[in-house]
């Protein structure tokens, strides 16, 4: 069974760091297209980041050069570091492993985990 | 791409059918477009891929259906545990993006 289990979300002041863990079972991370995304409190599905199975890395803009999505293979686990946070950053986060379509990769978020929530607020 | 879902809120009846909408700003292909099902404090779901294929266990009440700019999602029965937030969401051009919503309430 697919499983995906965020921990590492809580209060952090703006400009803090934060390190999210989404850690995986029933399925090999490093194998996979997986994802980060978020949801402010209220609001839509807000897709952050990527990382290829061939370890390609990809940030939606508000993130870039703040953000580093990367994985631990020996752990199956994926991350999230976040330095220089903002209010706007504020939001669950949920990991999420992409899936292909007649070959062709990622096009959809297939298996989710239930989200971790960080608060940016002093 | 921006995805526009409407209606904002779609006010039914269990047993009633509904049709949700998701317009693109550009033409999208169809193998890159998907829609979530989320139940309030819950992580979304995945319904369709494709743009008309069910996920793994996605009862067939759910039809996916659409082409270019215009999706729909049909729910033919509303079943009371259907009641829920529905995102659209395509890959086809980075970054990937999901539309605002359409929540389903009961009426």
């Known amino acids: 069974e697919v499983q995906l289990v965020e921990t590492g979300g809580g209060l952090i002041q703006p400009g803090g760091s934060l390190r999210l863990s989404c850690a995986a079972s029933?399925?090999?991370?490093?194998?996979?297209?997986m994802s980060w995304v978020r949801q402010a409190p209220g609001k839509g599905l807000e897709w952050v980041s990527f990382?290829?199975?061939?370890?390609?890395?990809y940030y939606t803009d508000s993130v870039k050069g703040r953000f580093t999505i990367s994985r631990d293979n020996s752990r199956n686990t994926l991350y999230l570091q976040m330095n220089s946070l903002r209010a706007e950053d504020t939001a669950v986060y949920y990991c999420?492993?992409?899936?292909?379509?007649?070959?062709?990769?990622?096009?959809?978020?297939?298996?989710w985990g239930q989200g971790t929530l960080v608060t940016v607020s002093s | 791409i921006v995805l526009t879902q409407s209606p904002g809120t779609l006010s039914l009846s269990p047993g009633e059918r509904a049709t949700l909408s998701c317009r693109a700003s550009?033409?999208?292909?169809?193998?890159?477009l998907a829609w979530y099902q989320q139940k309030y404090g819950q992580a979304p779901r995945l319904l369709i891929y494709?743009?008309?294929s069910r996920a793994t266990g996605i009862p067939d009440r759910f039809s996916g259906s659409g082409s270019g700019t215009d999706f729909t999602l049909t729910i033919s029965r509303l079943e009371p545990e259907d009641f829920a937030v529905y995102y659209c969401?395509?890959?086809?051009?980075?970054?990937?993006?999901f539309g605002q919503g359409t929540k389903v309430e009961i009426k």
């Open positions: 999420a492993r992409a899936s292909c379509t007649d070959n062709i990769c990622p096009t959809h978020f297939s298996y």
């Open positions: 494709g743009a008309s």
């Open positions: 550009q033409s999208v292909t169809s193998t890159y």
């Open positions: 969401q395509q890959s086809g051009s980075s970054p990937p993006t």
């Open positions: 990382i290829y199975s061939g370890g390609s890395t």
């Open positions: 029933g399925f090999t991370v490093s194998s996979n297209y």
